[in-house]
Structure formats: C-alpha cells, structure tokens
C-alpha cells in the first residue's frame, strides 16, 4: 500500500542517486556572509515583499514551497478525474461544454503550478516521480467517487468553494510565481463555483428524483470537504512556520470556519440540508457551530487507503505512460525548429 508522504529525492534526476554536500565548517567571512543574506531575508519577510526565484532564501523555505507547490500541482491533476468521469454522459451539450472546460483549466493550473514550484530547482520529472510513485501527497477530496451527476455540481459548488476560500490568500504568499500563479487560479475557481451552483439550481427545480440526487450528493461530499482544509491547528505541523513565513496567511481551522459561514446561508437558497445535526448559529461567537470531524477518515485517506487511492494513481501512472509518445513528438518538433532557425541565422 502507498502513502502519499512527500519525498523529493536530493539528486539531479529521478533514478540517480541523491547526491549530498559534504559538510565543512563555514569560515567566519562565510558565516558572516550567510547571516547578512538571512537578515536580508528575514526583513523582506517582514515588510510583506515577494521572494522571487533568483533571490537567497533559506532552504527550509525553498522546500516548504516545493512541498506545498507540487502537492497543489498534483491535487489539480488528479482533480481531473472525478469530473472527467461524467464527461461522456453529461446530460445537455452546454453542460458537457461547460465541464470540459473546467476539466480542462484544473489541468492548466497544474501547469501552472509545475512551472511555478521549477522556478525552485525541481524538475518536472522529479515531482511527477513523487506523485506517481505513491511517495508525494495530492488532496484527500479527490480520492471519493463521483457516483451521481449531481456530484459533480457539488464538486463545483462545495470543493472549488473550499479551494477558493483557501486559495485567495494565498495569492498573497510571499513568493512571487505561486502568488502570480493562483490570482489566475482563482479567477477559474470562481467560475467553477458559480457554474456547479447553478447546476444544483437548476436540478433542484427539477423533479423530485433529481432534489433527492443533489441531496444525496451533498450528504456525501460535506464532510469531506470540511476536513479538505486540513488538520486542525493544534495538529498541523507545518501552519506556523508557513504563517511566518507568508506562505500560509490564514490557518486551516479559520479557512474551514470561513468557508462554514459562507455556504450555511447558500444552502438555504438552494433548498438542501447540510448533513450534520449540531450546525448552528452561534450567537456570541457570530459563527456557526458544527460537529466533529471524522480525523480518522482523514488520515486514512491522506494515506493511501481512501476509497479511491488505488484507482486515481493507476489511472494516473496510464495517462502519463499512454502520453509519452506527445511529449516525444512535442520535444522532436521544438528540435527541429530550433535547427531551422539556427539555419536561417547562419
Ligand atoms: N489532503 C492531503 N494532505 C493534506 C491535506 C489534504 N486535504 N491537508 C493537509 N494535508 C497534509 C499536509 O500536506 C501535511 O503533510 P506533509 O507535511 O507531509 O506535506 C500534513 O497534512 C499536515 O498538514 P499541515 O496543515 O501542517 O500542512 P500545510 O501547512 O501545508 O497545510 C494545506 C495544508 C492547507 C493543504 C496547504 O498546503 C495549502 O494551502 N496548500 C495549497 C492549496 C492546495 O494544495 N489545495 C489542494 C486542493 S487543490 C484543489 O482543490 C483544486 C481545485 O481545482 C478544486
């Protein structure tokens, strides 16, 4: 069984082996040097300005932002397959159009986000071996079936809601590629979100069968999606250094609490329940109250034994294998106009 802990190798590519630094003693003159280039750091840090690639950074922050790029990277690729499922039996060409689209931008963020996180000396490849590997972390959402086609307009309204809640603030991270990257991401994730909401208006004004299929929907992807946001405060291991840092601006008990607040009053008007029975307005916080997230769940998912782990990196590991000939025919025409143009210039 695979787990989904991220481990990107030291070496210069997949299959060689790591190569590490012998490690010497710095010279006072060094050690000088690399305290001027923290403080440096540290003070832009301070004054909220970005980090681009060619700047020092320490190498704590440099993996951080790997960790957290590529795993963002590989969520909106496997994020791909929930809905590409119901591509072929939407039930209207606009709505087939419609989700070939956003299948096809959460591809394009991937991209994004791979091109995003090689600014910082990883390779593709590298990253790709980790996620097709088993050995790198995607998010957990993705690893529950889309069993009904009013799943797919709560995947749009609940989980591309929850991504934009956690991924706004992120536009102002302190690197600059990943901040330029996701005000982009974003803009698409709103999108995402109204068209799954209009979707589920739509099927609700519909026939009982289909309000009974979006209920159904939402009773299965709610829990889910609240612990999307990740553990609580208390057992993330990463949220401090990442606040400090300005990678992470908001916690992830905040985000989850935000995006609670946000959707209670959505679900009102689109007529369904959300499934949990100590959801309440809490008059002295102004926030809702809601019940205990299954952790549990959660973890055995993150590691590898959701119910569908096995099934979305297979099918991942085949798109990538069955595509090598693209990549091998993209690179050979780049080649060729390379030497066509070094041609023309001599
Ligand atoms: N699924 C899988 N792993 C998760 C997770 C989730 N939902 N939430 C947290 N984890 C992992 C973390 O990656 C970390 O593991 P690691 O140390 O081995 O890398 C561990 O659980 C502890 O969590 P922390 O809270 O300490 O970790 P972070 O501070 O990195 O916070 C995060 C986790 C909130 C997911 C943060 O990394 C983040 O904001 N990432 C960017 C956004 C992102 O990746 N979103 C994924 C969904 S993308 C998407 O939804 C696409 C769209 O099209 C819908």
Redesign the pocket.
């Known amino acids: 069984m695979y787990t989904?802990?991220?481990d990107v190798p030291d070496g210069d590519a997949p299959g060689k082996p790591a190569l590490k630094a012998v490690a010497r003693p710095l010279s006072a003159a060094d050690a000088a040097a690399q305290a001027a280039l923290q403080t440096r750091f540290d003070e832009r840090i301070d004054a909220d300005a970005k980090i681009e690639p060619q700047d020092w950074m320490p190498e704590a922050y440099r993996k951080t932002l790997v960790?957290?790029i590529s795993?963002?990277a590989h969520?909106?690729i496997i994020?791909m397959q929930p809905e590409g499922n119901w591509i072929s039996r939407a039930p209207s060409l606009k709505r087939k159009a419609i989700l070939l689209a956003k299948v096809q931008d959460?591809g394009g963020?991937g991209l994004y986000l791979y091109s995003a996180a090689e600014t910082l000396g990883t390779s593709r490849e590298q990253m790709l071996d980790g996620l097709h590997s088993g050995r790198a972390?995607?998010?957990?959402?993705f690893n529950y079936p889309t069993l009904l086609w009013a799943d797919v307009g709560v995947i749009g309204w609940l989980?591309?809601g929850?991504?934009i809640m956690?991924?706004v603030p992120?536009c102002r991270c302190s690197f600059g590629p990943y901040a330029r990257a996701m005000i982009r991401i974003c803009k698409e994730?709103s999108f995402?979100q109204r068209q799954g909401y209009e979707s589920l208006l739509a099927q609700m004004k519909g026939t009982p069968a289909q309000r009974d299929m979006v209920q159904d929907a939402v009773n299965r992807w709610w829990w889910p999606v609240l612990?999307?946001?990740?553990?609580p405060d208390a057992d993330?291991?990463?949220?401090a250094q990442?606040m400090r840092w300005g990678i992470?601006r908001i916690s992830?008990d905040e985000l989850r609490q935000k995006f609670v607040d946000a959707t209670v009053p959505q679900a009102r008007v689109l007529g369904v329940t959300l499934p949990d029975p100590h959801l309440k307005w809490n008059e002295a916080r102004q926030q809702h109250d809601y019940g205990a997230i299954d952790w549990d769940e959660?973890w055995a998912t993150?590691n590898g034994n959701g119910p569908c782990n096995q099934e979305r990196l297979a099918t991942r590991v085949k798109a990538h294998t069955e595509g090598q000939w693209v990549r091998d025919a993209a690179l050979a025409h780049a080649a060729k106009q390379r030497a066509r143009s070094l041609k023309e210039v001599a």
């Open positions: 989904q802990s991220l960790r957290q795993q963002h969520s909106e994020g959460e963020h972390k995607y998010s957990s959402i989980v591309d929850a991504a956690n991924q992120i994730e995402h612990a999307m946001f990740g553990p993330s291991p990463n949220s990442g992470k992830n959660f993150v």
